[in-house]
């Protein structure tokens, strides 16, 4: 492990070096998350680390105080914004958590301390003709353009996450049911439909393009590879993006994320029901997915105006 504060070695002799890659064990392990978040949350843990070095202060995990991460808490709320400190303070609430279910410690110091309040953050979405238009900006006489068609495809039809598409096996694709298998958060699986005109892309690219490939060892069942023969990175996603989204001049900020978001919000719109959206989605609370329903009030009102029996 790198840290990425150089200071912290006064702090890492008090075990919170022991602690911390305890816990990253533990988010690993135990609560299958995947490896961003638990980078986040070691990166959380290092800025405390960070904090307490700075200010001379030498205190363990085991010993550190609702007041101590009261000073720090405030310190960062000088340079994140309101998510940002609610994430941080979730991560610390998360390890200390660990600590009491290890018996390191009997009290959460983090127990009275509360997240700002910030409102749901709603999605950036596209609209049908944008998500047409940045998929008919591909290239399609490049080796990859193929393979970008069918990732644009994959994620919108499919509504898949980042890190999903880019683990997506040939070994998960079931066409003859209609369906992918998806290892989502946590290493739960669910099953999506996968429409006939993605399945038609997606075997173009593995067909014609990916056979051309010098796999390497280990990739072989990988969907989706670069030119080198690997899995492709979460960056290399995004790039291809924004890239397509500068070439037809989209103003707004895109992401992989915003694919999803759209696949969510034009299912509502065309009429599904909230409970399909969330299994396909693989959200744990329905709670989360109850994030769309606020992102187009007018198609709400038509609905009511069109169905309920008082509308006039």
Request: proline residues 3%; hydrophobic residues 40%; aromatic residues 10%.
């Amino acid at each position: 492990m790198v840290f990425l504060y150089p200071n912290i070695s006064l702090l890492y002799h008090m075990n919170w070096n022991s602690y911390i890659k305890s816990f990253q064990s533990y988010l690993k392990i135990e609560r299958g998350l995947s490896k961003n978040t638990i980078a986040n949350y070691t990166f959380d843990l290092e800025r405390l680390c960070a904090f307490l070095n700075e200010n001379a202060i030498s205190i363990s995990p085991e010993k550190i105080t609702e007041e101590t991460i009261q000073q720090f808490i405030y310190a960062v709320s000088k340079e994140v914004n309101g998510r940002s400190q609610a994430r941080i303070i979730s991560g610390l609430k998360s390890f200390f958590t660990y600590l009491i279910f290890e018996d390191y410690r009997s009290d959460n110091p983090m127990e009275l301390i509360e997240s700002p309040k910030i409102g749901r953050k709603l999605p950036d979405t596209l609209s049908v003709d944008e998500i047409d238009n940045l998929i008919a900006a591909i290239d399609l006489s490049t080796v990859e353009g193929e393979r970008n068609r069918a990732i644009l495809e994959t994620l919108y039809s499919c509504g898949l996450r980042v890190t999903e598409l880019i683990t997506l096996k040939i070994s998960d694709l079931f066409f003859d049911e209609g369906f992918i298998k998806i290892t989502g958060k946590g290493n739960k699986q669910r099953f999506v439909p996968v429409a006939k005109s993605t399945q038609k892309y997606i075997e173009l690219y593995k067909n014609n393009i990916r056979t051309q490939l010098n796999i390497v060892k280990g990739f072989e069942d990988t969907l989706f590879l670069n030119r080198r023969g690997k899995q492709l990175t979460r960056a290399m996603i995004f790039t291809i993006i924004k890239t397509l989204a500068v070439k037809i001049n989209l103003s707004k900020n895109i992401s992989p994320h915003t694919l999803r978001h759209s696949f969510a919000t034009h299912l509502l719109e065309n009429g599904a029901d909230l409970r399909s959206i969330q299994m396909m989605l693989g959200h744990e609370s329905i709670t989360t997915t109850e994030i769309y329903v606020h992102l187009d009030r007018k198609h709400l009102t038509q609905i009511l105006y069109t169905f309920h029996p008082r509308k006039e």
